[in-house]
């Protein structure tokens, strides 16, 4: 029996799992036990801070339901969800459009939605025109492309945080027309807070830090032979743009209002966003023609 | 605004922390992040592997209540109880008695008994007899030392998990007499698996790990003017002993059987176990004379 050490406890963990069947796993949890040891020899941890580690993530897990997801909103404050995202598109074009984060708030089965229809129904705002093309990085624009698009109201509230908003409000799919356009009405997003009543909200006070997202559109861009893109538009101008508490927020993808050209469907709008979403070629082996969207996974939320 | 790349998207997170009030949480929560994001660059961790990551916590969090710890469990299987248990000692001299893990079924609030009672009331077993002495390292026995046990029963469950067994099952305290000495009489420990039946005994499975520990008995010795002791005595002969689950087992801390006396209090046993704990000098800052056990804190499992 040998003695256990702090670098020998390393060894005994990864020398437990070197049977493990799976390549792929055996690597990751090799790479996570390394660091969560390095981690906990170079800072000395205490039995105090182990035990306030475990009660942060039990409460993380009772927090946890069907409309909440305090794990993702922990790996999006610690930026760990953009690390992946950016690592993910290591290999895209530098010509496709940015990707941002997906976010806790994404829900399967928007309705499909005529162009130039409104996802925000009765919602009280300033009304806005969004509009663009899809193609792809050589230029071809890219006809029947679906994008899924979801977005806070005014009060900074998601359809399912609100129960005053109906289900599904201000989230809708659209198919561009024969010339990759796509265009719908909305109301102006704004900033607000990510859920800062639980165990990461606390966590971010103690940091220092705010838990203000900039204002902002999702979209889930998806073409045939194309990567799917998960991004969101920010608003130029916003105050929290420089300091997303979930490091969501790339130069790239803000964009301003301009002046619009007054009516859509019937329905007037003084002010407009336009954006042109460029797709990568499909990796050979992605399953990307699918229209699933790996980052979702089964989820609702 | 800047442009997030692998490794700036690091720094941006650490820059947001930097007016974090608490030096101690800024240090720790730093070397979090960076190991975090080590791990994400060094395995290119992917929106699937994350994804599968955020289920794992969620459902640990999920199966987590008063009686039940799984994320003390992950803890434990990834050998960082062990570690922060071996960095929390690095002081203590080579003297004392080497620590072994709490565990998740501690409980405070065992009744005190007196000396020669046995904690297993009506349990089958083999009945033992468990004694020796509590000294400091400088040979001095420490009268009125107390002594917290608790054991699993020879079914593999501690009273927690069973619901056959009454309250406060197989658990006391005892406090030494004048020359430092303690005795009491309990049934044979057997190796047992921790809970497998959640996301931790997936993990196990997946990593082709077994889930047993070898046969222990719990201790935290406690005397005024000294560290308090969490350890635990392992038996000799256990064939989980090099493989502890949760790498608790230590040389130092195996002991074996040998022909008992024959009676204690008027009760027959066969075999006993005689161990001498020795409890290192409390540090100047620690509160160790409270009789409060840190890695405890105000959790009752």
């Known amino acids: 029996m040998q003695h256990l050490t702090e ?5 005994r963990v990864l020398e437990r799992i070197s049977d493990c069947p799976d390549p792929r796993l055996k690597q990751v949890m090799t790479a996570l036990i390394e660091h969560l040891h390095e981690f906990a020899r170079e800072v000395a941890l205490t039995p105090e801070e182990w035990k306030a580690g475990i009660d942060f993530l039990t409460a993380a897990g009772h927090v946890t339901d069907e409309k ?3 794990f993702i909103l922990l790996s999006d404050t610690l ?3 953009a690390l992946v995202d950016i690592v993910q598109n290591r290999s895209r074009s530098g010509e496709a459009t940015e990707s941002s984060l997906l ?7 928007a309705p499909e939605l005529p162009l130039g229809a409104s996802i925000a129904g009765d919602t009280p705002g300033e009304p806005i025109l969004v509009h663009g093309r899809v193609r792809s990085a050589d230029g071809k624009p890219l006809a029947g492309a679906l994008l899924d698009v979801w977005q806070a109201a005014p009060n900074g509230l998601y359809d399912l945080q609100d129960e005053n908003q109906p289900e599904m409000n201000l989230r809708g ?5 024969q010339s990759g356009r796509f265009r719908f009405r909305s109301v102006k997003p704004s900033s607000y807070p990510i859920p800062f009543d639980g165990p990461v909200g606390a966590m971010l006070r103690a940091l220092g830090r705010h838990p203000y997202r900039p204002a902002h559109i999702h979209f889930i861009v998806a073409a045939p032979g194309y990567e799917n893109l998960i991004t969101a538009l920010y608003i130029a101008g916003d105050p929290y743009l420089d300091s997303d508490a ?3 927020s790339r130069e790239s993808l ?3 209002y301009r002046p619009g050209d007054g009516k859509e469907s019937g329905a007037p709008y003084r002010e407009a966003i336009e954006y042109d979403f460029v797709l990568a070629p499909a990796a050979e082996t992605a399953a990307a023609v699918s229209g699933d969207h790996p980052q979702t996974g089964g989820r609702s939320v």
Chains 1, 2 share one sequence.
């Open 103 to 109: 976010g806790p708030f994404y829900r399967r089965g």
């Open 246 to 248: 979930v490091f969501g």
């Open 173 to 177: 799919r659209f198919r561009t027309d």
């Open 79 to 81: 930026g760990l969800s």
């Open 68 to 70: 909440r997801q305090e």
């Open 254 to 256: 803000v964009v301003g």
């Open 7 to 11: 670098s020998s406890v390393t060894e």
